[in-house]
């Protein structure tokens, strides 16, 4: 027996495996795009809520940063023994001049990847238990 998917955080990604994508905002003003989408709230030229619209970001873009996690995250991330280093990517969105942080998949290596490297949004388990698994993005290397 499968067990069932849920978003690890509702709203902010469509849970389609096989085309997943980043739920973002945009003014309708100043065209400034926003993720996650209530980010908007923050920009000063921005007319409030309804200003904003809900959008799909792009699914590829270019590592502008990237880190090693060599130890367990504060609270109240998921932390599952034995805990395992893994690589978080700052990836900027060329279309929507925006970047977006998250997890690399697993199996990447911090060799594998350098500023400019093409990264492509993916789901993946972020912590499981008996009956869910609990779904995040994360980058992989297009």
Not at 101 to 127: E, S
């Amino acid at each position: 027996m499968s067990k069932n998917r849920v978003p690890a955080v509702e709203g902010m990604f469509r849970m389609d495996f096989d085309n997943p994508q980043l739920i973002g905002g945009r003014s309708k003003a100043t065209g400034t795009y926003y993720f996650p989408k209530e980010l908007s709230g923050s920009d000063p030229l921005a007319e409030g809520s309804t200003d904003r619209e809900e959008v799909l970001l792009s699914t590829e873009g270019t590592i502008w940063s990237f880190t090693t996690a060599s130890y367990p995250p504060a609270l109240p991330y998921q932390i599952t023994e034995p805990f395992e280093p893994f690589i978080i990517c700052a990836v900027e969105l060329e279309k929507e001049q925006i970047v977006v942080c998250g997890q690399m998949m697993p199996g990447i290596d911090i060799d594998d990847i350098d500023v400019g490297t093409k990264a492509k949004l993916a789901l993946d388990v972020l912590y499981e238990d008996n009956e869910t698994e609990h779904i995040v993005w994360k980058w992989d290397l297009v």
